[in-house]
């Protein structure tokens, strides 16, 4: 176990709770915060599903998990993270929302407490320039589902000391993960070069070049990837897709990060993907359908 001892979480989304998660049943004393008493009930009953589920297949034993549980808890204050060593920040893409919190926070916590953002396509940068810790400051990408994905992309920028970075990576092995060290650009490793390739999905769908099932089944078949592109941004989601591209176009001005029209079309339209029922698949449907798109 790295030197960390208490674990906060900002958010109690997806992919904050899974970061909670994997922090308790890591060892870590884990709070997590986000806006209401709600939110952090859904996060905690998901918890516990997601946790049962590994009890039953045999890999985690039922006492561990009811010691992980047991070093979880939730609020709706931002202060108590105050105590934490390492806080972990998963909320929605908004600069201005991340910043309001990490400024709050920048002023609570004791001088040693690490800052880490989970972001997906901000730099990092963007965020420790809003504190008095820049050299404190990391980047923590982790995949979803967290407690699934073996990956995390331990992100340093100019100004972030090498111990820092060095703590920042033991805590991300510690949690069993596998850790790749990643420079400050938007989008990182992983969404640098993916985020390219799927919206390139996207234009091979508007200029005909094969139907949505025969790209999947060619790039899953040909590549071995474990899903085809469009069933991938269904699962991601559209509007998450169309939010990132956004921003790594505004980074890069590269025309291959620009979000096509049918992406923008369909985020207009309320077609996500699979949380809201229809993307490129129709998920009312069993098994799912192409959805129609009008093209």
Not at 210 to 227: E, F, N, R
Not at 248 to 277: C, D, I, N, S, W
Request: include cysteine; hydrophobic fraction near 45%; charge should be neutral.
């Amino acid at each position: 176990m790295s030197d960390v001892k208490r674990v906060g979480v900002l958010g109690c989304g997806l992919m904050g709770s899974g970061i909670a998660q994997v922090a308790a049943t890591a060892g870590y004393e884990t709070i997590a915060r986000d806006v209401s008493k709600e939110i952090g009930e859904r996060a905690r009953a998901g918890i516990e599903k997601s946790l049962a589920k590994f009890v039953e297949k045999g890999k985690l034993p039922a006492a561990d998990r009811d010691a992980a549980l047991k070093r979880l808890s939730f609020t709706t204050a931002v202060g108590d993270l105050k105590s934490c060593d390492i806080i972990i920040e998963a909320v929605t893409e908004d600069l201005e929302l991340k910043n309001a919190l990490w400024k709050e926070l920048d002023g609570l916590c004791a001088p040693p407490t690490i800052f880490a953002s989970n972001t997906s396509s901000l730099t990092i940068a963007a965020m420790a320039a809003a504190t008095k810790r820049a050299d404190r400051f990391v980047g923590l990408h982790f995949f979803n589902p967290v407690p699934l994905m073996p990956l995390v992309e331990v992100v340093r920028t100019v100004t972030t000391s090498d111990e820092a970075f060095r703590r920042a990576f033991a805590f991300a092995k510690s949690l069993g993960k596998e850790a790749v060290a990643a420079k400050d650009n938007s989008g990182f490793i992983v969404n640098l070069l993916l985020v390219p390739y799927l919206l390139d999905a996207i234009r091979a769908v508007e200029h005909g070049v094969a139907t949505i099932p025969d790209i999947d089944k060619a790039m899953q078949l040909g590549c071995g990837y474990p899903m085809g592109p469009l069933t991938l941004l269904d699962f991601v989601g559209l509007d998450t897709t169309y939010k990132i591209a956004e921003i790594m176009f505004a980074e890069y001005k590269q025309q291959h990060y620009a979000p096509p029209p049918l992406l923008k079309r369909m985020v207009l339209a309320g077609m996500y993907g699979k949380k809201t029922g229809k993307g490129f698949y129709d998920y009312s449907a069993t098994p799912p359908a192409v959805a129609n798109l009008g093209l």
